[in-house]
């Protein structure tokens, strides 16, 4: 029997009430706090077996129906993907009696958010489409959709119809009221602009989005905002932002998130050259990843991982064989982007133990860079092109390459109105960089070495400093420099060359 004793009208009411709770705090974060609201109602409604239609009523089955949904919700955060899909099971078998299109679309799109979260995007997309179907005008159940698909689609990089669906979320929101969809709409328009490459514009919808609600789903907001100031080069705002996300998402234990927040980290940690952070991030994160059965982030950690281990140090013969594998597991789940990184990775180390040969077929694979293309991703290319050009003793090829890629950088830095900006997207072509001075300084010849100087300073440049530096001796090499630098211009105007 699915209940211990009769449901009365009131149980149902409150049960109702417990539900309503329940999703406010899913959609504040607040996935423990909703798990317990859902399993309070279920409790209350004596549920202790699947549905049996023989005792079945329409207000029992619409209300277990719905508080299994969004205690599958709170499960996906907390516990994983596969829990959540076996009480999102549940939950449709007890609303397959009932004759409701808005309930069925919100069940089947419920499933298809927890599919998203787990990593599963194409079930997740056709999932998103369904629940659509079975709504015949708009409301606050189709503008969920409309945003879970938008971010979907922000995700795979299909920004058109992200686009399309985010956008027509606000206008929907606004015109209904929903304040709360707005700030997420607006939020997940950030997320696409960031992956446009529009990185002011991406900051300042999710500033935007973080302003109108001062609770909602505030550690993911921090979270994306540290992925946009780090792809600035803004490492310690970054570093600053993720403490934030940390702090608001723990309390809630949201496994999925706080493998983000760790993973992204990981990934300042490597930009910052501190590599052992990084290893050790990176690894958590693919751990937490694997332990829940999302395959979509683990490869992403895992990607990020052996960028660390290469840094740090670790043989390339014991790399090359799970950057192959991650290349070709990315490309069959339809990420193309993180497939070309891998496959980069895969041609650096190709070239670390002398198979130029291999190295070549990988370089030929993953195509050349384009200027849609993450700055990471553009600037990695150049410099495994350069090592590719450089073992063939092609030197000039090799000044072309880096050239391009330094040209690549400043069109970047372009897009930042402030200097701070300009500045720290450098971090970005620390390496490219350190190539171009290098083989300036292999000619021998003071005019090479100036060229390239100057070249690594137009991209690194800041405002100059009005206190002097705190070391000493550093300080009066600055002024002993500044003293020469003016009496060569006091020469150039007395008529000397």
């Known amino acids: 029997m699915p209940f211990a004793e009769p449901v009365t009208d009131r149980r149902l009411l409150l049960a109702d009430g417990l539900h309503r709770r329940a999703v406010r705090e899913n959609a504040n974060g607040h996935a423990a706090r909703g798990e317990q609201l859902a399993r309070r109602g279920l409790n209350l409604l004596a549920v202790v077996a699947n549905h049996d239609p023989s005792v079945c009523a329409p207000g029992l089955c619409r209300a277990v129906a719905r508080l299994l949904a969004t205690s599958a919700k709170s499960t996906v955060e907390i516990k994983g993907v596969d829990p959540a899909l076996d009480l999102m099971e549940r939950s449709l078998s007890w609303s397959r009696c009932l004759d409701d299109d808005t309930l069925t679309a919100f069940l089947v799109s419920q499933r298809a958010l927890i599919l998203f979260r787990g990593g599963r995007v194409d079930e997740a997309e056709r999932g998103f489409g369904r629940a659509l179907s079975h709504l015949a005008e708009t409301g606050i159940d189709s503008i969920r959709i409309l945003l879970n698909r938008g971010a979907l689609y922000v995700e795979v990089g299909d920004l058109v119809r992200a686009r399309a669906d985010l956008e027509r979320g606000v206008r929907e929101s606004r015109r209904l009221g929903y304040e709360q969809f707005e700030r997420i709409a607006l939020h997940n328009l950030g997320c696409l602009e960031f992956t446009a490459g529009d990185l002011p514009a991406a900051l300042r919808l999710i500033h935007q989005g973080i302003e109108m609600d001062g609770d909602t789903q505030q550690g993911i907001a921090y979270l994306d905002r540290s992925r946009v100031l780090l792809a600035a080069g803004l490492t ?233 530096p705190a070391d000493e001796r550093t300080a009066e090499l600055l002024a002993d420099l500044r003293r020469q630098m003016d009496s060569s211009e006091s020469a150039a105007g007395g008529g000397r060359p």
């Open 236 to 468: 310690d705002e970054a570093d600053q932002s993720l403490a934030k996300a940390a702090e608001l998402i723990r309390r809630d234990r949201c496994w999925q998130d706080l493998g983000e927040v760790d993973l992204t980290r990981g990934e300042v940690a490597l930009v910052s050259g501190r590599y052992a952070d990084a290893r050790r991030l990176a690894g958590r994160a693919r751990d937490r990843f694997r332990r829940h059965g999302n395959e979509r982030w683990r490869r992403a950690a895992e990607l990020v991982l052996l960028h660390a281990d290469l840094r740090a140090g670790r043989p390339p013969r014991r790399l090359l064989p799970p950057a192959r594998r991650l290349a070709d597991e990315f490309e069959a789940a339809g990420f193309p982007l993180q497939s070309r990184t891998a496959l980069l990775l895969a041609a650096e180390l190709e070239l670390r133990v002398d198979d130029d040969d291999a190295a070549d077929a990988l370089l030929e694979r993953a195509g050349p860079s384009a200027a849609r293309d993450p700055i990471g991703l553009r600037l990695h290319t150049r410099l495994v092109t350069a090592d590719r050009w450089e073992k063939r003793d092609q030197i000039r090829k090799v000044r072309r390459v880096i050239a391009r890629g330094l040209t690549d950088l400043a069109t970047y830095q372009a897009q930042f109105g402030g200097i701070d900006l300009q500045s720290a997207s450098a971090v970005h072509g620390v390496r490219l960089v350190a190539r171009d001075l290098g083989l300036a300084m292999r000619t021998g010849q003071p005019g090479p070495v100036l060229a390239a100087v100057e070249r690594s300073r137009a991209v690194s440049s800041r405002i100059r400093p009005v206190t002097p």
